[in-house]
């Protein structure tokens, strides 16, 4: 971890004293205990700010639609998909992009964290190989860090950056993809389904900040700030509504949507968004064998057509 | 007064004949304000709820009344909530907010009868911070882990009890149904004990914030301050002293009615007008606002400020926007004015 | 307690399309008792918020004078889905109405004065209603000269044809219409508002001015009024933003500390200079 953050703070002091980049978007140390926060250093005396840990947990791919100036960028795997769906959407100028490549061996869930401390305080957090210390008021608890990654992170089969300027560690093992968590939830009765939906999205505040964090949500126009028509009611008080605006707004990821956690992890009230996007993301694997941005060739899965597509709500099998 | 956390249950639930309780329970792993069925169900051992307690004053979907409008005529029926309801274990910051609150809904030229009438109705018995989080920064603010403001009861807990302040003549009446007992002189050290030990380590500093806002207007940190906020509401609703609403209509022809539910002004629409003109275009204009809001002109038009420091927009902020190292970047740059 | 948010029920007896592009529609509103009448006893400068039930409510300047009894007057432009409810709305509706609202023309004060009223295009409303009220023979003694520049894109996009005719034929105001470009059969003034402003050269001694309009308006007239010698103190404008409660608890329509709603939305140019410049 820290020749990784040696390597990202030389990289961007390079990038800025050479004015290969006006500004590099990174991680420095957040205000609170397991946390790190976005942060855009312009000067490459400030590059020293620059942080790589287990609690970069934000997808910067977020900053980077439709800027004028030169960026650089800090990606993780999921990150780098992200920024290759969008340059496919014409919102990533690739010529004004440096990417500084980062092989992630995933990050750490806070509530899974918060979980094992029963919802204690957690005062200090140190990092020591593959453990977190843990120290709270009056407990001490030393967990290991595979333990509590972000379950996107545990399933993730793309932990390095497919597009890259440079690359500041050597890969990590990737695995293969199993989507068996979605199958087991498909496998569950109607009716259990839609009771453990109801149940999560009851907890939404309509805060939008899954569709905030992710970097595939940039309509001008949200579909549920518009009137004309009104597609779905404002408050969050209708479940229905609430999980309306879920499934739609993971409908328009479908084939986009890099399961990269962003929604989830935004989530204040901890809802598992990712039981829908990651439903879609297995859909467009199965149905059309596409997975989203991992190489700049690939068209999005929902932008072509091809005749041996599968389509049985239009054509009897 | 004491009384024990054994016989917390049996005093909400007899409290429960006669008021809508409400008190903090456990959810997921975090803690959310709910009106109770069972005495048991409350839990006063915790940091802070996840959204404040205003819901229940300033409901999030609230209906102001209903129509009909066809050929008999025009029937409006006003929707106003008049229970009776105690909220039980709220903290002192939020019981702050709530005094806070009060000057949005009784302004100089009118009241909001929904949330006053409900505000008439409502007891507040304060739980006391022993152990402030690290989050929390209730003492920058003119509040404090054991401040009393608002509140109709304070609670401090010493162990296996409470000793009960009664603070106001609600809370006395409120308390009859307690089974308490007298406090002894060891419980009373211990109370004070508790609130000597408190301590918020979170600090800002607002001396002379409000005078550097009076003049940084239209200063270059706005540009960059929020470059990473994301624009959503998560800070707005997890704020106790966040009042903004929309008003919509929910009907079919002329039979439904009107509802408020809360808005957030970090949404782009939140001040678009009919035009097209949106003279908050975008988040540097709308986070200005944000702050210039609760740090400047709350104070102008209440002479308070509109946060009491419980730190949740902080906790609950998906990219880490810590206003307290926003509040100190504003203290520490040169307020150089441009217009 | 008052409850602010229950609207009166009115009816429409009168929709009227005022403008050539049929984009902006006057509607009279008929008070349905005389107690409802006296419940909203208004200023000129002051709006209300309309109700379509079923649809949603939106704020509009009021354009009638309180010196017209029995009805209130809106113009509305067609831009969401209040707006275009009443526009297709039927004579003979139920709307409702929720005010009088706002803070109005500083009416006290502008009596005794020389009055320069300037109007942009739709945002004539409320100087109709000012208009009205000073030209009443009730209160017409109370004021001094009353000066009247009134500009449109195109002689189609002029508001309130009927009254602008009569104001012309009258000696008791001075009334200057202009639009943006010379077009056929038009044989009034052509120039933009500023340019007009400054031809007429009303004088400032004793006077106020009132001006309404579109923010490109306002900025280009501002310092001709300047140069004619009109202080900050003399210059009253009235603000627009988005509403939705109308009384100041929303927290929408700030403009620095001021709600627009509540505290305004009439304003002297030094109250705004004292603002932030977010409107």
């Excluded at chain 2, 782009?268 to 908050?280: A, E, K, Q, V």
């Excluded at chain 3, 706002?102 to 209603?129: D, H």
């Amino acid at each position: 971890m820290q020749g990784i953050e040696t390597a990202i703070q030389n990289a961007a002091k390079k990038l800025l004293a050479e004015n290969k980049v006006d500004v590099v978007i990174g991680f420095e140390n957040g205000s609170q205990p397991l946390r790190s926060t976005p942060v855009f250093i312009r000067k490459p005396e400030d590059a020293e700010k620059l942080t790589w840990n287990y609690t970069c947990e934000n997808n910067l791919a977020n900053y980077l639609r439709k800027k004028d100036q030169k960026i650089g960028v800090v990606v993780k795997g999921c990150d780098s998909r992200s920024i290759v769906a969008l340059m496919k959407e014409n919102q990533i100028d690739r010529d004004k992009l440096y990417i500084i490549g980062v092989p992630c061996s995933g990050m750490i869930d806070r509530k899974k964290v918060a979980d094992i401390v029963e919802g204690k305080e957690i005062v200090e957090a140190e990092c020591k190989d593959d453990s977190l210390v843990l120290k709270g008021r009056g407990f001490e608890k030393t967990i290991s860090i595979a333990d509590v990654l972000h379950r996107s992170c545990a399933a993730c089969s793309y932990k390095n950056p497919v597009i890259y300027d440079e690359m500041v560690a050597e890969p990590v093992a990737e695995q293969s993809e199993d989507y068996s968590d979605i199958a087991e939830f498909e496998a569950k009765p109607v009716a259990e389904r839609r009771a453990y939906l109801a149940k999560e999205l009851s907890k939404c505040i309509r805060c939008y900040a899954c569709r905030n964090a992710c970097p595939m949500c940039y309509c001008e126009q949200c579909f549920v700030d518009c009137s004309t028509p009104e597609w779905i009611g404002k408050s969050a008080s209708d479940v229905q509504d609430n999980l309306l605006f879920q499934a739609v707004r993971v409908f328009h990821g479908a084939g986009r949507c890099t399961d990269c956690g962003a929604c989830e992890r935004a989530c204040p009230m901890g809802i598992n968004l990712r039981i829908l996007t990651r439903k879609l993301v297995k859909d467009a694997k199965e149905l059309f064998d596409t997975e989203a941005g991992v190489n700049m060739e690939d068209k999005p899965a929902l932008s072509t057509f091809n005749a041996d597509d599968p389509q049985p709500f239009l054509v009897k099998e | 007064m004491i009384i024990t956390k054994k016989d917390i249950p049996s005093f909400l639930d007899s409290l429960r004949n006669n008021y809508q309780v409400f008190a903090p329970v456990k959810q997921d792993n975090y803690t959310t304000f709910k009106a109770i069925n069972s005495g048991s169900d409350a839990v006063l051992d915790y940091g802070n709820s996840k959204i404040p307690p205003k819901g229940i004053l300033f409901p999030q979907t609230e209906e102001l009344f209903r129509y009909k409008v066809d050929e008999k005529g025009t029937h409006l029926e006003e929707t106003i909530d008049k229970e009776q309801k105690v909220v039980f274990g709220i903290r002192p910051c939020d019981a702050k907010s709530i005094a806070l609150l009060d000057n949005v809904f009784n302004n100089n030229k009118y009241k909001d009868p929904y949330y006053l009438t409900r505000r008439e109705n409502t007891v507040l018995v304060g739980l006391g911070c022993n152990e402030p989080q690290n989050t929390c920064f209730c003492t920058s603010v003119d509040g404090g882990p054991f401040d009393t403001t608002n509140l109709d009861i304070l609670l401090v807990d010493i162990g296996d009890k409470f000793v009960v302040e009664v603070l106001t003549d609600k809370g006395k009446d409120l308390i009859k149904a307690a089974n308490c007992s007298d406090a002894s002189d060891s419980d009373k050290e211990a109370a004070s004990k508790a609130k000597a030990d408190a301590n918020v380590t979170g600090k800002v500093n607002i001396d002379g914030l409000k005078e550097k806002l009076d003049n940084n207007f239209y200063d270059e940190i706005w540009d960059y301050i929020s470059e990473k906020c994301l624009g959503c509401a998560a800070c707005t609703y997890s704020c106790p002293t966040c009042h903004c609403f929309d008003i919509v209509d929910e009907a079919e022809d002329c039979d439904g009615c009107r509802v408020r539910n809360w808005d957030s002004c970090m949404f782009p629409l939140f001040t678009l007008h009919g035009s097209g003109h949106n003279p908050r275009p975008s988040g540097k204009e709308r986070f200005r606002n944000r702050v210039m809001h609760k740090f400047k002109y709350f104070v102008d038009v209440n002479n308070a400020t509109a946060c009491v420091g419980c730190g949740r927009c902080i906790q609950n902020c998906p990219v880490n926007l810590d206003i307290r190292e926003v509040l100190a970047d504003i203290q520490g740059s040169e307020a150089r004015s441009v217009s | 307690m008052n409850n602010p948010y229950l609207p009166l029920p009115m009816k429409l007896v009168k929709n009227f399309t005022e403008t050539e592009d049929k984009l902006i529609h006057t509607f009279t509103l008929e008070f349905l008792s005389e107690e409802d009448e006296k419940s909203f006893a208004y200023t000129p400068g002051q709006f209300a918020e309309l109700c379509v039930f079923g649809k949603g409510e939106a704020p509009f300047g009021i354009a009638s004078s309180p010196t017209e009894k029995g009805h209130l007057k809106f113009s509305v432009a067609k831009v969401g889905v209040v707006s275009t409810a009443l526009h297709l709305m039927e004579e003979g509706t139920t709307v409702g109405v929720r005010g009088p609202l706002g803070n109005s023309f500083p009416i006290e004060q502008l009596k005794g004065k020389n009055i320069v009223v300037i109007g942009g295009g739709f945002a004539f409303t409320t100087l109709r209603a000012l208009s009205t009220y000073i030209l009443h023979p009730d209160n017409r003694g109370d004021f001094g000269d009353l000066t009247v520049i009134y500009g449109a894109r195109n002689p189609g996009l002029l508001l309130y044809k009927e009254e602008l005719a009569e104001w012309e034929s009258r000696s008791d105001i001075n009334l200057v219409t202009t639009i943006d470009r010379a077009v056929e059969g038009w044989n009034g003034r052509v120039g933009f508002i500023p340019a007009v402003t400054e031809e007429v050269a009303p004088s400032a001694d004793n006077a106020y001015a009132i001006i309404c309009g579109p923010p490109v308006m306002i900025k280009f007239t501002m310092p001709v009024l300047e140069k004619l010698g009109f202080k900050p103190e003399q210059t009253i404008m009235s603000l627009e933003n988005r509403m939705k409660c109308g009384i100041g608890m929303c927290g929408r329509c700030n403009v620095g500390s001021q709600y627009v709603c509540k505290d305004g939305p009439v304003f002297t140019r030094a109250q705004l200079l004292e603002l932030p410049n977010e409107y």
